[in-house]
């Protein structure tokens, strides 16, 4: 059975650090572009970063500079290192993984919709 299984969440303070884990089924892993998603209350799900299986990645722009994504082929799991958090960065984070590379949708490679594996999510929490 595919699965992503997150974990790494918690409460810090601005300025903090974290970093969330993702692990994949081996078929997902290898073959999948992965990523991770946020959501708050409130608003709409929004991508943070994507790592495709060849190695290429994107961040948004509000992450640049000090979200990074990584991975440990021997785990079968992607890293989302996230440094520097704001309040702004509070959310649930989830881990997700669809099929074709990094750009194969264009400008929709962030779109909810075509992402075919979701995890549970973890909650991040930035206080000032």
């Known amino acids: 059975q595919e699965q992503l299984v997150e974990s790494g969440g918690g409460s810090v303070q601005a300025g903090g650090s974290l970093r969330l884990s993702c692990v994949a089924s081996?078929?997902?892993?290898?073959?999948?572009?992965m990523g991770w998603f946020r959501q708050s209350p409130g608003k709409e799900r929004e991508g943070v970063a994507l790592?495709?299986?060849?190695?290429?990645?994107n961040n948004v722009q509000s992450v640049q500079g000090r979200f990074t994504l990584s991975q440990d082929n021997a785990k079968n799991t992607m890293y989302l290192e996230m440094n520097s958090l704001k309040p702004e960065d509070t959310a649930k984070y989830f881990c997700?993984?669809?099929?074709?590379?990094?750009?194969?949708?264009?400008?929709?490679?962030?779109?909810?919709?075509?992402?075919?594996?979701w995890g549970q999510g973890t909650q991040v929490t930035v206080s000032s």
């Open positions: 997700a993984a669809r099929r074709y590379g990094l750009w194969f949708y264009g400008r929709a490679l962030y779109d909810p919709k075509k992402y075919d594996y």
């Open positions: 790592i495709d299986n060849s190695g290429k990645t």
């Open positions: 081996g078929q997902i892993y290898r073959t999948y572009t």
